[in-house]
């Protein structure tokens, strides 16, 4: 199955900021739409945002605008993920997925294994 690879993540204090990396492994991500997401322990993955396949247009859910910026670069055939004013409720395994378009999170269906964020002083 296609993966992705997610990379940048590490310990940072709180009110810091951090990006994220997001490569396809062996495949390229021009062709689709990239969305972020995050899990911590004992809680459902959730949408921290997505861009499309362009990168024309990006979404983020109402608890993460101002916070979250998510960006790409063809060059690079990469995708990132900066979070800034970081909590320690951040603190989750962020994970990058691949679509044709920004959708759901049930209909992603090429994920990396997730880069860990911890934020903590």
């Known amino acids: 199955q296609l993966q992705l690879v997610e990379s940048g993540g590490g310990l940072v204090q709180p009110g810091g900021s951090l990006r994220l990396s997001c490569v396809g492994s062996g495949f390229s991500l021009t062709n689709y739409a990239i969305g972020w997401f995050r899990q911590v322990p004992g809680k459902e993955r959730e949408d921290v945002g997505c861009?499309?396949?362009?990168?024309?247009?990006?979404w983020y859910p109402d608890t993460m605008k101002g916070r979250v910026t998510i960006t790409r670069e063809d060059a690079k055939d990469t995708a990132y993920l900066q979070v800034d004013n970081l909590k320690p409720e951040d603190t989750a395994i962020y994970y990058c997925a691949a679509h044709g378009r920004c959708t759901v999170i049930e209909e992603y269906t090429f994920w990396g294994q997730g880069t860990r964020v911890t934020v903590s002083s």
């Open positions: 861009i499309s396949r362009s990168g024309e247009r990006t």
